[in-house]
């Protein structure tokens, strides 16, 4: 197979061109005057991307985002070009706030997901890590109600096997001008990053060159499709050749990148379909060549909502809202009007303080009795949006803390406490940074600040801090667990969403 892009070693005379226009069109292409074609020799293939997808309901106070507006673009990519695959680059069953939510006795751990994604119309899908996050059997069934392909080379269950219904490889067939047929060959791998008792890995990049070399001899262009870290995708792009464009997750951000000796795309779209991607393969069939464009695409309000869709996703946040108000919650309540906007993504929480962040600590301050200061692990935070100023709902609480766990108070010997820092600050980029209150550092002297003075490792210090920190499942902080006869269990004061609610009003006022 030879390739028009990436490759510039494939021709005699290769030209390439990049144009940028308004910001978000990207076209990559590279033309050779002695291997032109007819245009009747072209068949062009739409691919439309997501990745790490958690709401099925606009986010940004409706701004942004929304499937049901996905929707929409992937019909009108199908009038114009009915050879349109529309593909998601993992991460979807979990988490949300609203997979939380009990339905008929059980969590929907990603039923919603499926169900709407089933409506969209998607075509493809691969595993994320947070695929895992479910117990086997519901994870069973996540892939028993798809009714969209699944694909994984590197993701097996125990024995080997592929999960049922899920092709190590996938290949598609197009078809163009005057019955031409190209096939186009997906390859997907996932970071090992999450490892439960049903699920077995093996190396992403040795399992991805060994299938792309294997499937390569039989299609027109091979597609990588990735959930793995971007360093991995930029190993992949430089140690397997075949690959024509890889389109991955995991990140959260838009990115848009040429690695590897080929030059090889990696692509990547914003979580909670703030944005896909579109891209044209121009499969030439006289000269086996590829070409591919790509547009960067915002998803607004200025999309209208696809109806049957819109109607399966309220569908599902009537069943959800109803679960959440068994349990006690009213999710369309008002708790209160802010004044400044609340920081909750991702890149954010897992690498400094936001107005969010120091809100959900001294939410546990004050409701732990007695507490000198409160730390908790901003992973705990999933929402990855911004929540703007004005009214906040229940159910934004519910998104900010989707697992919501218990407010605890523990005694801490001085000494755990500063090494439980410590390790906050190497988790830094990860889910393990750890967000505080009453919490400062001395920039000369590199010493731990509680409530303004040095930090005391002769003294036991009480802690507000969340049932599943103390349980030293985090990552470097697994001596921060009660089973340290250092840290002491003193109370527990309920569900962290509810302090965090008891904050909001009496920050901002509510009812």
Request: aromatic letters at 6%.
């Amino acid at each position: 197979m030879s390739r028009l892009m990436p490759s510039l070693s494939r021709s005699l005379s290769l030209f390439v061109v990049l144009v940028l226009l308004a910001g978000c069109r990207v076209s990559v292409r590279t033309t050779s005057s002695e291997s032109a074609a007819p245009l009747d020799s072209l068949v062009t293939v739409t691919i439309l991307q997501m990745n790490d997808v958690y709401e099925i309901t606009p986010i940004e106070a409706g701004r942004r985002g929304g499937l049901a507006r996905v929707a929409t673009l992937r019909k009108r990519l199908l009038e114009k070009n009915p050879n349109t695959l529309t593909v998601l680059a993992g991460d979807f069953f979990s988490p949300s706030a609203m997979g939380t939510a009990k339905v008929d006795g059980e969590r929907l751990a990603g039923r919603q997901m499926v169900a709407v994604l089933n409506t969209l119309g998607l075509d493809l899908a691969t595993f994320g890590n947070h695929e895992f996050d479910l117990k086997a059997d519901a994870f069973y069934e996540r892939l028993s109600e798809s009714r969209f392909a699944w694909t994984s080379a590197n993701v097996t269950d125990t024995l080997g096997r592929p999960f049922p219904g899920v092709r190590p490889e996938y290949v598609w067939t197009a078809t163009g001008p005057g019955g031409r047929a190209v096939r186009i060959g997906f390859v997907s791998v996932t970071l090992p990053a999450n490892r439960k008792p049903y699920v077995r890995y093996t190396d992403p990049v040795a399992t991805m060159k060994e299938a792309a070399e294997r499937l390569a001899p039989r299609v027109d262009a091979v597609v990588g499709l990735t959930h793995v870290a971007l360093d991995t995708d930029a190993a992949l792009a430089a140690a397997v050749p075949e690959l024509d464009l890889i389109l991955g997750g995991h990140e959260h951000e838009n990115y848009h990148l040429m690695r590897g000796s080929d030059d090889t795309p990696i692509l990547k779209a914003d979580a909670n379909a703030r944005s896909v991607y579109v891209h044209e393969l121009h499969v030439n069939t006289v000269t086996g060549e590829v070409s591919v464009d790509s547009r960067f695409v915002p998803v607004t309000d200025a999309i209208p909502e696809d109806p049957e869709t819109a109607a399966e996703v309220e569908k599902w946040v009537e069943r959800a809202f109803a679960g959440f108000r068994a349990e006690g919650f009213e999710p369309e309540a008002v708790v209160a009007t802010t004044t400044v906007p609340l920081d909750g993504r991702e890149a954010s929480v897992r690498n400094h303080a936001t107005a969010l962040t120091e809100l959900i600590a001294e939410a546990m301050l004050h409701a732990a009795e007695g507490a000198e200061l409160a730390v908790y692990n901003g992973g705990s935070i999933r929402i990855d949006d911004v929540l703007p100023p004005g009214p906040v709902t229940q159910y934004d609480v519910i998104r900010v803390l989707p697992f919501g766990g218990d407010v605890v108070s523990v005694a801490v010997r001085g000494d755990v406490l500063a090494r439980a820092l410590d390790q906050g600050v190497k988790n830094r980029g990860t889910g393990g940074f750890l967000q505080t209150a009453n919490v400062t550092r001395d920039a000369a002297t590199g010493r731990w600040l509680i409530s303004g003075e040095p930090l005391r490792t002769d003294r036991a210090y009480v802690v507000a801090t969340s049932d599943f920190l103390v349980s030293g499942r985090e990552t470097g902080l697994g001596f921060f667990s009660l089973d340290n006869p250092d840290i002491g269990f003193l109370a527990s004061y309920g569900d962290v969403r509810a302090a965090v609610i008891a904050e909001l009003k009496r920050r901002f006022g509510g009812s």
